[in-house]
């Protein structure tokens, strides 16, 4: 996190933060490991194959999915690809600029190691012809209020996002692949993997640092698991450390957490709105 992040927390937020956390409390009235209110609004890009935006807290992300057809990497002849994106605009935070940004490629590679450790889609049945034609799957993440926790929130996202996709239909009439985007069939998935990522602040853990506590925590420390309960990926940003005894502690609290945020995904996808209703809850959200 840039330093000109930390200077928005006044000295006297910061000392009320550290008391709170001595005494197990948190500056919003969370528990150490609680997590933020989640809501999902499923399906709100008309054009895209699937999409969602969430909101963790006060932290928005939208998430794309854009099916294309492309060529399988020549290591995996059998697969489909998948691809995944992050960019962050200045609206989403007076600290970012356009252009490259570090925490965006970080933030692409654990929800692409996350998806793709897991084994959620089923890149084996997106293939059209071993080595020349497959299923290309981007997945696209666009922060759009940062206030803490863009990991999680983004992962989430992209999970909504592609239990929602469907895979167009192919017309070969022509000779030329065409492709039918308004039939198809729902991607095939196998898992639905969950992230929890903790912050350390002085000598305390929290999950689902807010930005508040981001802006003094000294490590980040994400753990993603699939429904078997096995770890899909582990990253650990920024110079500070965990303790062994931290660590096991924080994946033993993913896993506690997982089950309950999956099944809480699930329903929330379930309940898809359509047409003008999309857009009444999405102009609640902006405006909340």
């Not at 969602?52 to 999915?65: D, H, R």
């Not at 759009?144 to 239990?163: C, E, M, P, Q, R």
């Not at 017309?171 to 095939?188: A, I």
Request: net charge negative; with cysteine; proline share 6%.
């Amino acid at each position: 996190m840039a330093e000109e992040e930390r200077k928005i927390i006044p000295s006297i937020i910061k000392e009320n933060i550290l008391e709170l956390l001595k005494e197990e409390k948190r500056i919003d009235g969370r528990k150490l490991f609680e997590f933020r209110k989640l809501r999902i609004i499923p399906g709100p890009i008309e054009k895209a194959e699937g999409s969602a935006l969430v909101l963790l807290g006060n932290t928005k992300v939208l998430v794309g999915v854009k099916m294309s057809l492309g060529k399988p990497f020549p290591d995996t002849p059998n697969e489909g690809v998948l691809v995944v994106n992050a960019e962050f605009q200045p609206v989403a935070s007076p600290y970012w600029e356009l252009g490259p940004n570090e925490y965006a490629i970080e933030l692409a590679r654990v929800v692409d190691r996350a998806i793709r450790s897991s084994g959620m889609v089923a890149l084996d049945e997106l293939v059209i012809h071993p080595g020349e034609l497959c299923w290309v799957i981007n997945v696209d993440i666009y922060p759009i209020d940062d206030n803490g926790n863009l990991i999680d929130t983004a992962l989430i996202g992209a999970v909504a996002a592609l239990l929602t996709t469907r895979v167009p239909e192919i017309d070969f009439s022509s000779g030329k692949p065409q492709l039918k985007r308004e039939e198809g069939k729902p991607l095939p998935i196998r898992d639905i993997p969950i992230s929890c990522t903790f912050a350390k602040i002085g000598e305390q853990m929290v999950l689902d640092p807010n930005k508040q506590e981001e802006c003094l925590m000294s490590a980040r420390l994400t753990i993603a698991v699939n429904s078997a309960n096995e770890i899909c990926t582990i990253q650990k940003m920024k110079g500070g450390g965990f303790t062994i005894d931290d660590i096991i502690r924080a994946k033993d609290i993913t896993i506690q957490k997982a089950k309950d945020l999956r099944r809480e995904i699930q329903k929330q996808v379930a309940e898809k709105a359509r047409g003008e209703e999309i857009w009444k809850e999405i102009r609640e959200v902006l405006t909340s």
